[in-house]
T-cell receptor
Framework: GAVVSQHPSRVICKSGTSVKIECRSL??????MFWYRQFPKKSLMLMAT?????????EQGVEKDKFLINHASLTLSTLTVTSAHPEDSSFYIC???????????????FGPGTRLTVL | RKEVEQDPGPFNVPEGATVAFNCTYS??????FFWYRQDCRKEPKLLMS???SGNEDGRFTAQLNRASQYISLLIRDSKLSDSATYLC?????????????FGQGTELSVKP
């Protein structure tokens, strides 16, 4: 199966700092990566869709200047939470999809998530 | 109306019980459907893709009803280890075909 890693798994930072989260597809080329956030006992909320080499597409209500996404290669996408505040504390999860075969069309493979706590 | 809606939880069932989850979707043009399992403080893991003809994997059976726009997941002979949150996901249609839209999840608790 396809493997996606995410780093760091957990980060605690002070209010006002920026935090970068990396998402890597380890054994396949991810043409598209997705970034989600999840609050406790809530579902995954898609933040943005990222295609390699182009600008990310943000969902309504997500500030693109607040959540900077870069997808520089087919195996790496990064999410930077700029000037983080306590309300940004959440579980951030990336996923990746790619051409692994017809049976996996539209299937997304998830990273293990990053738990961000902003003090 | 939400794009993807699931049965409200939590479902508390004894070991060995059969439990069924339903999930409705609003976009009739959706083509791909999935059930994910999410354990507490972990990422979602794909449980099953849902095909038009229905599919079965051991104790798990998934079905799709396009006419009524819902998918279902049946778990037979529940185990303690089945306790988790089950999320249905439906792909966006048209130019949003790559996006997955998730339901809010249904929490299952299997008791001894």
């Amino acid at each position: 199966g396809a493997v996606v890693s995410q780093h760091p798994s957990r980060v605690i930072c002070k209010s006002g700092t920026s935090v970068k989260i990396e998402c890597r597809s380890l054994d396949f080329q991810a043409t598209t990566m997705f970034w989600y956030r999840q609050f406790p006992k809530k579902s995954l909320m898609l933040m943005a869709t990222s295609n390699e080499g182009s600008k990310a597409t943000y969902e309504q209500g997500v500030e693109k200047d607040k959540f900077l996404i870069n997808h520089a290669s087919l195996t790496l996408s990064t999410l930077t939470v700029t000037s983080a505040h306590p309300e940004d504390s959440s579980f951030y999860i990336c996923s990746a999809s790619g051409a692994l075969g017809a049976e996996t069309y539209n299937e997304q493979f998830f990273g293990p998530g990053t738990r961000l706590t902003v003090l | 109306r939400k794009e993807v809606e699931q049965d409200p939880g939590p479902f508390n069932v004894p070991e060995g019980a059969t439990v069924a989850f339903n999930c409705t979707y609003s976009n009739s043009a959706s083509q791909s459907f999935f059930w994910y399992r999410q354990d507490c403080r972990k990422e979602p893991k794909l449980l099953m893709s849902v095909y038009s003809s229905g599919n079965e994997d051991g104790r798990f059976t998934a079905q799709l009803n396009r006419a009524s726009q819902y998918i279902s997941l049946l778990i037979r002979d529940s185990k303690l280890s089945d306790s988790a949150t089950y999320l249905c996901a439906v792909n966006g249609a048209g130019n949003q075909g790559g996006k997955l839209i998730f339901g809010q999840g249904t929490e299952l608790s299997v008791k001894p």
